[in-house]
């Protein structure tokens, strides 16, 4: 499941429908984003600060896998967090990571 994840957000991030960093906040505000996932091991600060603002918005979020595996599928340096753009890819993400979390 780990490495469909991996390469589903390698292709997200070629179709241009990845955020991370301040972009994300802003779209998670605007109520553009459909599925945040959080490396597990990224600070508790930037963990509260996201998780907030998804709970505010009521966008769903998920925690998995580490930053440096998530940096390297979207071809970034040291990415803790990412927002999926597309509703449909957003709901099959979450359903499988739901069944590996949970």
């Not at 994300?24 to 091991?41: T, Y």
């Not at 595996?69 to 499988?96: C, P, R, W």
């Given at each position: ?12 991030r ?8 301040t ?48 940096s ?31």
């Amino acid at each position: 499941m780990s490495r469909n994840f991996y390469q589903n957000l390698g292709i997200l991030r070629r179709a241009n429908l990845l955020l991370m960093g301040t972009k994300l906040h802003e779209a998670i505000a605007q109520r553009k984003v459909f599925l945040v996932v959080i490396a597990m091991d990224a600070s508790q600060k930037s963990k509260k600060t996201i998780l907030n603002k998804c709970k505010y918005y009521d966008c769903p979020i998920i925690f998995y896998g580490e930053r440096q595996t998530l940096s390297k599928a979207i071809g970034k340096n040291d990415i803790v967090a990412i927002g999926i753009l597309d509703q449909s890819f957003a709901s099959k993400i979450y359903e499988q990571l739901k069944e590996v979390v949970s």
